[in-house]
């Protein structure tokens, strides 16, 4: 057995990517080595008058709308999650704003009274009240849990992409490398406007991701918006989207590590990685590229692994809760599987959760140069609850912290060197992506001054590289390895520029 196997999971993810963590204990001060495990979860703990009085109101609503009001199992399912918002919410809740949103969630279904059975009540309820939170917060149906457990181990049915809510249209926040929606061209920043020609507008985004669902073998029909562009359709064959988390290669003399998604599956083959990168290059390399863009995130201790891979000691991340005392340090542990290797780190705007960890991490204590364009800003934790009768909380506990102190959440990891992109030739204007910080509800991070970048430069001036020798990124990554330094690698890319500048 590995030392994380033997851990048994709850959760974290980013946009609708939902990822089962592993459980982690805890040192008495809080500093937490990552082999060792820390208890997230608090006691759902008693009520107060004044909140109970509250929950009464939604208790008047369930006996209006439900054609059976004596099912008292249901409504105390709708209390026990109430209680936990309350006692484990990552800020204190209003209890009277949650039964608002709850009684209108009930509502908003437009029903007779008594014509709603007791489940659809309260799982109405739930669902508004637990989207009234943050983007992130859901309450998960017993079917939704066994689709979210599946998730995480890499292998579940549907299109491939991960995606979030804005202005009434799905955005896509990134589509999963070799799934049906990547083969399909959907792209990062793409919105979803109609589903089979039924319009998003109205729905929420529980709704039309249970739209987009189906059985393996199905097509179904978007009608994609993309800047620049008039909107048109795109058939996607549904299919089991099992998740290639980790490749590698070799780049000539450095090594390429490319991670799409941080499933359970990342640990034994990055460590398979580099077993055969070694075999290939010998003892060292000239440098290693790790490429985090548009990973979503994932499995927050898979997040772990990958940072303390690469790092012999220091913090990796802090996770910051409302009580105090459950805050936690986790610490690297001694041993690189790179041999101490020079690194650069590719993130750019589709980079979630788990990747902002590894990148803060890797960038905070200077093990590695982070390049190409901010990050996603998903810095909050997720945990799942189960509930005692069916079904589960996604709620959002705790943020994360980068070894510097700054929170990942609402501002992401910013790049030591920026890749600007532009506009291709014939597009209107230069893509827009939705960020965190973007969303509706999302939650704050903090204003402390950042680092300037040590270099900004249009990524058109990269060399080119990659099997299809077509991604400018890693050639500036590979670019920066051979160098050896910003200097050197800047005075390089402006060499480059010159001698392929057309005579004037």
Known sequence: MNRFSQFMAFVLGGAMAFGLLQTLSACSDGRVDIGQVVRVFGSSSTIDPAQEKELSRFYETYDTYSNNPSNLRQREHFRDAYRHILANYVTKPDSAKLIDVAVKGVEDLKAKPGSIEPRAVVEAGLDAMMASLDPHSSYLNP????????????????????????????????????????????????????????????????????????????????????????????????????????????????????????????????????????????????????????????????????????????????????????DRDFLAKAGDLSGGAPMVVLINEGSASASEIVAGALKDQGRAVIMGRRSFGKGSVQTIQPLPLEGALRLTTARYFSPSGHTIQARGVAPDIVLKRHAPADAKATPTFTREADLPGALNGDTLAERPARAKLDRDACPVAGPQNDDRDLGCALAYLHAASTEAFLATIAQEVSSSSPPM
């Open 143 to 326: 079917e939704e849990l066994i689709e979210t457990r599946v998730l995480t181990r890499g292998e579940f049915g549907g299109l491939g992409i991960e995606v979030t809510m804005e202005d009434g249209v799905i955005k896509v926040v990134s589509p999963i490398e070799d799934t049906p929606a990547f083969r399909a061209g959907i792209l990062a920043g793409d919105r979803i406007s109609h589903i089979d020609g039924d319009p998003i507008a109205g729905k929420t985004l529980s709704q039309a991701v249970k739209l987009m669902r189906g059985r393996p073998g199905e097509p179904i029909e978007l009608t994609i918006q993309r800047d620049g562009i008039p909107d048109f359709g795109v058939r996607v064959v549904r299919a089991v989207i099992e998740v290639r988390s980790v490749r590698w290669h070799m780049e000539g003399d450095a090594a390429y590590i490319r991670i799409a998604s941080f499933t359970e599956k990342v640990e034994p083959k990055l460590e398979q990685a580099f077993a055969e990168l070694h075999k290939q290059a010998g003892p060292t390399f000239k440098g290693v590229v790790l490429d985090l863009r548009n990973n979503p995130g994932g499995l927050l201790l898979q997040s772990l692994f990958v940072s303390d891979s690469f790092l012999e000691r220091g913090k990796i991340v802090s996770v910051r809760e409302r009580d105090v005392r459950r």
